[in-house]
């Protein structure tokens, strides 16, 4: 006996746009849970298992292409009221709080980039024959540890 709410008719309107083998192992997952007679928690956590398993997580990066042109403009020396009125939208039309808070968030976001970049080109870049003589030496390339 099917004890869920939702019946095979009331699944989704939109049915229709998924392939009848996803459908069917649908119905077989289903029909597992049930016979399992699985607990409600123990049901999210399959739910969840088979979203993580079917949607691709999203490519990493930056999200927001705005960001990347205020930060242009941040390197190429534009500072103040010029940058704010150009990369916050209706920067003029905010309240005397709201844009304090925007520019303070811009402002934030532009100088945390630029000491990232810093620090990247800070940072000494290892070669690959380095690398290898590194590994290939005994111990783990401490000097005072050679076992």
Known sequence: MNTSKSSANEIEPNRAAIPSAVVSVMEQLR????????PRAIRLKV???????????????????????????YRAGTRGLDLFRKHIPRHDKLSRWRRKVEQS????TLQKRAERDRKRQK???????????????SGNGHPDNSA
């Not at 029909?31 to 699985?38: F, G, H, K, N």
């Not at 739910?47 to 930056?62: E, F, H, Q, T």
């Not at 870049?125 to 590194?134: D, G, M, V």
């Open 31 to 38: 029909e597992t849970v049930d016979q399992a007679s699985l």
């Open 123 to 137: 940072r000494p870049t290892i070669r690959a024959e380095e690398l290898s003589a590194l590994q290939s030496s």
């Open 47 to 73: 739910a969840v298992a088979v979203r993580l398993a079917i949607v691709p997580k999203k490519k990493p990066g930056r999200k927001d292409q705005r960001l990347d042109k205020a930060y242009a403009d």
């Open 105 to 108: 968030k811009l402002l934030k």
